[in-house]
């Protein structure tokens, strides 16, 4: 067993909270789980040996925060703000006034929920290796809560940044009630090396909407492990967008679990590599049930030495009949050295859907950079506004114009640089 | 203005023109003609440089600039413009901003300064009308969905806003109804200004009713093989190209 994972162990077994009846279950499986390898299939292409080698401070240990290390502001947000330094909730900066019908508590004040409870770890895959380690460790997060019929018009938006060496683990809960309307953003930022896990499970109730935005936009060094893993039921929908930014590691797992009939999902992705980024992206799509239907479309853009990975799997269950699912994955490799490693996967059991799958790896149409050309428009230019376009078919589809608008020059900086090498 | 000398284009070893020679004055509209697969979308293409068409002898110059020697984007600046036969969708950029960073990568180009924002604006908007295309289609995807026609006058809206010199237009009328037909002539018509010329390829007589050429010429295995005024247009319409073909063997019999 590595130093690293010994020295987690020790620090789950001091936690006592209203959680410990779950952690324990999973500490017990942590225990009997190797760290994972390049001989792990769900961790192959997954460079996590950096995670051993670099020094961070001991979990959640409160740091000072300071002006350079809090998220970047989205302007016109107007959201209800949950601010998290360094893994630690900031009550303060946090916004108090909630509307009517939402309730937010902090998980390290051990609000005595018993849906918070059952829900814990509920939709999240129980033996993933770095959701186990976040079972154990992550004392703090956030517990939303939205009362049935209720639309919050407000985002809720979880700002989380990281500064220098340090180490968190947050989680978060949320239940969507029944017809309830809301959208959640979770924006995690690193600006140095840092290492957090931040895993999310939503249960969205009959008729519910959720509208959910992951802005996952780290810097070069920053490593990160999280999930989002949902839960539909009976015409349920939801929209997911996730947004990837470099880090040495950053690996997400989306879980998007239909176990009512006519439930709606669907999910966006964008990554954007340069430099020896790696980026990994687990999903899987579970159809339970019969008459539900799954979209998602993944685009990548690759440049220098950078990885994505992208693992896409659609199950469909025995006798969940006409389904209707599509997932598209389209990449764009800017340099010869940067790699993409993308495995769709169908496992279909019933016999009356549709499912499609697609992935590409293209470099850049020769058509359309000719055509661009052609306007007067310099090859380089032409590069970033194409690998824009790229992306921002996908930024035009997102409902909160405050997040595209703030989005969109992110983007197109990023390209300039990227286009650049 | 225009000087084409000895042109040989070669396409995946395939020899397409084979000696193409024509000159073109300011203000000038010269019609080319001639059945499919004689040559006709590889001039405009071998101009403007695509990648692939590879020019194996002869010259081209534009005022005096030789084009063959520029990059893609330069023959642009120096007021090239292709309207083309099937234009490109590009999703996720902008009509609005493919045609201001057009207008500003030219302008840089030449060494003007760039145009405001605002005035841009005034300008795309005026073009847009010109074109009789809804205001919207300025923020939509680059042909994004456009139906063929849409394509073709957005095509006309780029070559008004980028002012070129010389521009050449590949079949911009094929696909178009009546009405579009005179959209695309009127948009054509107004860029006369007996400085700027034009080389429009064309299929079909009908587009030449109401873009008066200057000259027309009948290409066919990748050589202009006959020259004339507008009536020679005509002539093609009533006798067809087999006609063309007949009159291509006599002129090979005469010359053996």
Partial sequence: MSNWLAETIRQAEKIDDWLSPKRAQ????????????????????????????????????????????????????????????????????????????????????????????????????????????????????????????????????????????????????????????????????????????????????????????????????????????FHLSTTSQLNSNLIGFGSQLSRIDMDIIHTGEQSNAKANVIYLLDGKEVFDLHSAIEHTVPNGVSEQNIRCIVADRANAIFNGRIHIHRNAQKILAAMNNRNLLLSDNAQINTKPELEIYADDVRCAHSATIAEIDDEAMFYLQSRGISRGDAQVLLSFGFINELVDQMNNAAIAQWLRPILRQRFAKMGLR | MLKINNLHVNVANNDIIKGLTLSIKPGEVHAIMGPTGAGKSTLGYALTGRDGYQVTQGSATLNGTDLLDLEVEDRAAAGLFLAFQYPVEIPGVSNMEFLKVSVDSQRKARGQEALSSSVFLKRAKAACKQVNLPLAFLKRGVNEGFSGGEKKRNEIMQMILLEPILSILDESDSGLDIDALKIVAEGINGQRDGQRSFIVITHYQRLLDYIKPDFVHVLADGKIIKSGGPELALELEAQGYAWLESYDRNAQEANA
Avoid at chain 1, 34 to 63: C, G, H, L, M
Avoid at chain 1, 149 to 176: E, K, N
Avoid at chain 1, 210 to 219: D, I, P, V
């Fill in chain 1, 26 to 229: 999973s500490l017990s499986l942590l225990k009997s789980t190797a760290w994972p390898t390049r001989q792990t299939e769900a961790w192959k292409y997954t460079p996590i040996n950096v995670i051993e080698r670099a020094v961070f401070k001991s979990a959640n240990d409160p740091q000072i925060p300071t002006e350079q290390n809090s998220c970047s502001q989205i302007p016109n947000l107007q959201a209800i703000e949950l601010i998290f330094f360094d893994g630690i909730f900031d009550r303060n900066a946090s916004t108090q006034q909630l509307p009517d019908g939402l309730t937010i508590s902090s998980l390290s004040e051990g609000a005595d929920l018993s849906w918070a409870l059952s829900s814990f770890n509920q939709t999240k895959p129980k033996h993933h290796f770095f959701g186990l380690i976040n079972d154990t460790l992550a004392t703090q997060g956030c517990i939303i809560d939205v009362a049935e019929d209720q639309c919050i018009q407000q985002p809720i938006h979880i700002a989380q940044s990281f500064s220098l060496g340090s180490q968190s683990h947050t989680r978060i809960l949320v239940r969507v009630g029944k017809r309830a309307k809301v959208t959640v953003i979770e924006q995690l930022q690193g600006d140095q090396l840092s290492f957090n896990t931040s895993f999310a499970e939503y249960q969205i109730a009959d008729h519910a909407y959720l509208e959910h935005y992951r802005l996952a936009m780290q810097c070069e060094q920053a490593i990160s492990v999280g999930g989002c893993h």
